[in-house]
């Protein structure tokens, strides 16, 4: 009864390490999905503050009822600390805000939308155009009509910040979603500037739009935890608009599969936040009951420990550094070869990845040189290292020249 249902492909992040396993030849290099790598191409286990200690301390902390069910809205002392991190000392009352553990970023960001879905029944959402992959997904299978606002301009590898406000003046519905990513972009690497933040607020505000943070890169983009929330703060500190904020923990404490995350609101009233709470606690007892415990305590222990929070600062600073030195190495090789064309991007991109600008065809290209990047163009720098990173500026090189 299920063969008259349409093919669905492969993600094209699983179906590039498909195809990168698949290649025999040992100098491979893929590029794809966002996951930190250290110099030797290898996951890093965050070594100040130490994982393990901070297992050690979760287990020597806790008795028998360890492995009982956490609430639905998960471990309460992480849902106050995530949150702590992402809006700071925000002089709001806290009873305006509701916060849920939720399954890493990609929960957060589906079970905002399915909340959204029911309660603003919006005519459209309004993701960047091109934004994380998963994003059109996760709205379309709520069954909200997705739609994109012009953000990257292929031409001039900048922001489209012009188009972006008129499309969002004149096509928006009130009560429609805008989904904004926090900061470091998924997948140009290119964030509006300070400026242009109180521009896309003002236009929330004068359209009646919804703004739906996403933050998977608190960390990644400056190197620095509270200039990297800045325009979620400043939207808050406006005091005018409520709204949402899915987070993950997955990338800026390298717990990609312990699946860290929450899902936050900031509503008008405290009689709000009670309704928004409910809805949320019944919609997650429907899809998962509860969250996992064991991510969030070790996140939790990080979080609220000086000494861990402090050495966690070191390596977020290591991490987003060798980001930028690859983004520079690569861009060095690029200008030793004379490779055709500008590449100036490369440097004031931020964050994990790069959107560099070749074309489906160029980067079909690289694949016959065994160099594997979404057909977008995306790739995730930390991919890059001392010993690859010639290997893939060449392959650029011949892409571009072929
Ligand atoms: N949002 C964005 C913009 C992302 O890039 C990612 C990870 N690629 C996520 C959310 C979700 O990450 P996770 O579910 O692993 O926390």
């Known amino acids: 009864c299920f063969s008259s249902l349409e093919d669905v492909p492969l993600d094209p992040h699983y179906a590039l390490k498909e195809d990168f396993a698949a290649d025999p030849v040992t100098t491979k290099v893929i590029l794809g999905s966002g996951i930190y790598r250290d110099e030797h191409g290898m996951p890093w286990v965050l070594p100040t503050p130490n994982h393990l200690q901070a297992e050690e301390l979760v287990k020597a902390s806790e008795d028998s009822s360890r492995y009982d069910y956490l609430p639905i809205s998960g471990y309460e002392p ?75 301009n292929a031409h001039k590898k900048a922001l489209d910040f012009e188009d972006m406000l008129q499309t969002l003046t004149t096509e928006t519905n009130p009560g429609d979603v ?36 996403d933050c998977a890169y608190q960390g990644f983009a400056s190197g620095n935890l ?80 000086d000494t861990m929070f402090t050495k966690w600062l070191d390596d977020l600073a290591e991490m987003s550094s060798r980001i930028k030195e690859m983004r520079k190495a ?13 590449w100036d991007h490369l440097l004031t991109q931020i964050g994990m990845f790069s959107y560099t600008g070749l074309s489906p ?16 163009g995306r790739i995730s720098v930390p991919g890059l290292n001392g010993t690859n990173v010639k290997y893939v500026a060449q392959a650029i090189d011949k892409a571009v020249r072929t």
């Open 78 to 152: 992480f849902y106050t600390a995530a949150r702590k991190l992402l809006f700071g000392p925000i002089a709001i009352p806290k009873d305006r805000f509701v916060s849920i553990q939720t399954i890493a970023g990609t929960g957060a960001n589906s079970l905002g939308a399915r909340f959204l879905s029911q309660s603003l029944r919006p005519s459209a959402v309004w993701l960047s155009n091109p934004s994380w992959i998963n994003h059109a997904n996760i709205w379309m299978t709520v069954g909200v009509n997705v739609k994109f606002y012009p953000y990257w």
């Open 178 to 213: 805008i989904v904004l990513h926090g900061c470091a972009h998924n997948p140009t690497g290119l964030d509006p500037t300070k400026d242009q933040w109180e521009k896309i607020a003002d236009l929330c505000e004068r359209q009646g739009l919804f703004p739906f943070f």
């Open 226 to 305: 509270d200039e990297d929330a800045w325009a979620l703060r400043h939207f808050a500190f406006r005091d005018t608009l409520e709204l949402a904020v899915a987070q993950s923990f997955s990338k800026n404490m390298g717990l990609y599969g312990e699946r860290v995350g929450a899902l936050h609101f900031l509503t008008a009233s405290s009689d709000a936040a009670s309704k928004v709470k409910g809805h949320l606690l019944r919609l997650q007892r429907g899809q998962i009951s509860q969250p996992a415990k064991r991510g969030a305590t070790i996140a939790t222990t990080i979080l609220t420990d």
């Open 330 to 342: 690569l861009y060095e090789e690029l200008i030793f070869l004379e490779t055709p064309g500008n």
């Open 361 to 376: 065809m160029q980067v079909s290209r690289m694949r016959d040189n065994h160099v594997y990047i979404l057909s977008s």
